[in-house]
């Protein structure tokens, strides 16, 4: 295993592999070992409009999400029975996401889509109750639950299994296992950041990966949204020689059928853009997943930093106990101390109580010594499944962005194709005149 963490990211995959042009966007690589996919299909098959009271009692609207299962040995013995089905609120897929992030630290836990929409071009509404908005969100829902399914720790998770299958009773379930309890504060967190002595390379790397993934991404996205408008524009244009050519026609006799056949595809060319442009939203999407994984990166990389800094502490507090030891054994104040100060003002203290003191330092520093153990052992399980998953990350990571920037090359070759085709049709109309 190489020590540069950035190098480890670059895991190629076999060029024999075939490309899955015909790949619905919101499928995932099930990885091998993942009990629950085994088990069970799962869908987030519609999603629907509600009203309802929120928590201070005022009224207001909100979308719920169809989550569909299916036992996997029904259909394996020829059985198609209905699937369970039950509702979700997009905040409790937040609340389950929460919950691995603080259950498993170690892991790249995947993202939530947006919430509300990001690194749009300015002609399509931001608004989150918009119906392509929320089919788009459907598919993110669905996708990061395939994630999820298809992990081989996270599948096995019991909460995972009540939030598929208890409608009513998941979030007491969850709430039970204590996990907010168990949550490092992110003001803990930023001061370990910053105060960690002994940091692990790899996980520098790492982090400063992470940022240069969400940098590149955020650009990539902001210029795809600017090529997007202005594509539309050039679209949308075409409709006027549509109209002129129309027009046109009533007023010539040899020339107005040519010109009436070219306006109507100039016509159809520009409608045609609304369906290809929300077609390309998908694809952005998949690259906004990964926008939103260099967060589950950096998630996993301070808490590396809080293990870390929790095990200096301890061990910095046992040789301080220590050195008290030594002192007091010894008689010697080696640094200054208020107790240094004391024994030389009112004189040194009785062997009773000297060694009642020493006696209770042998058990802190016994305590202590259990505690740097305990410390030093979660942090090196710790290191070792965080790169583990990670490099895991890294092979999901190539293939699914290899896989939409061709998708999206072929799209944008496709369009191309067709503006061709509408000018080539157009020249047959004007050769006819």
């Not at 330092?361 to 942090?379: M, Q, S, W, Y």
């Amino acid at each position: 295993m190489a020590e540069n963490g950035r190098e480890e990211l670059v895991i190629t995959d076999a060029e024999s592999e075939p490309l899955a042009g015909e790949r619905s966007l919101n499928i995932v690589v099930v990885e091998q070992g993942c009990s629950l996919l085994r088990r069970m299909e799962i869908c987030v098959a519609e999603a629907e409009k509600r009203s309802g009271k929120n928590a201070v009692n005022m009224q207001e609207m909100f979308t719920v999400y169809l989550i569909e299962t299916r036992p996997m040995d029904a259909a394996a013995e020829g059985c198609n029975p209905a699937p369970d089905s039950l509702w979700r609120r997009y905040s409790e897929f937040e609340l389950l996401r929460s919950y691995l992030i603080v259950t498993y630290p170690y892991i790249v836990i995947p993202p939530l889509p947006e919430k509300r929409a990001e690194f749009v071009w300015h002609k399509l509404t931001a608004d989150n109750m918009d119906p392509d908005f929320v089919e788009r969100r459907r598919v993110g829902l669905e996708n990061f639950l395939m994630r999820v399914a298809s992990h081989q720790v996270l599948s096995n998770d019991k909460i995972l299994y009540h939030f598929l299958t208890d409608e009513h009773g998941w979030k007491e379930v969850v709430f039970e296992t204590g996990f907010q309890a168990k949550a490092d504060s992110r003001l803990r967190a930023l001061s370990a950041t910053f105060r960690v002595r002994n940091t692990n390379k790899r996980f520098m790397d790492m982090k400063q990966y992470s940022d240069e993934l969400q940098s590149h991404t955020s650009q990539l996205l902001r210029a795809r949204a600017r090529v997007a408008d202005r594509l539309y524009g050039v679209f949308k244009v075409h409709g006027n020689y549509g109209r002129v050519f129309s027009e046109w026609s009533a007023i010539e006799r040899e020339m107005g059928d040519g010109l009436q056949s070219a306006g109507h595809h100039m016509d159809a060319y520009a409608a045609s853009i609304d369906d290809i442009l929300e077609e390309e939203e998908h694809y952005a999407d998949q690259l906004k997943e990964y926008l939103f994984y260099a967060e589950a990166l950096r998630a996993v990389c301070r808490k590396h930093e809080l293990t870390q800094f929790e095990l200096e502490v301890s061990s910095q507090d046992l040789i301080s106990k220590k050195q008290q030891r030594e002192e007091l054994a010894t008689g010697v104040v080696r640094t200054f101390s208020f107790k240094g100060m004391t024994n030389k003002l009112f004189g040194q203290e009785a062997p009773e109580q000297r060694e009642a003191r020493l006696k209770l330092i042998e058990e802190l520093i016994a305590e202590g010594e259990d505690t740097v153990k305990e410390k030093t052992a979660e942090c090196e399980e710790h290191v070792e499944k965080a790169w583990v998953d990670m490099q895991r990350f890294a092979e999901q990571k190539d293939k699914d962005l290899r896989e939409a920037l061709i998708h999206y090359a072929v799209m944008q070759i496709s369009m191309c194709k067709k503006g061709i085709q509408v000018w080539s049709n157009a020249k047959e109309c004007f050769l006819k005149m």
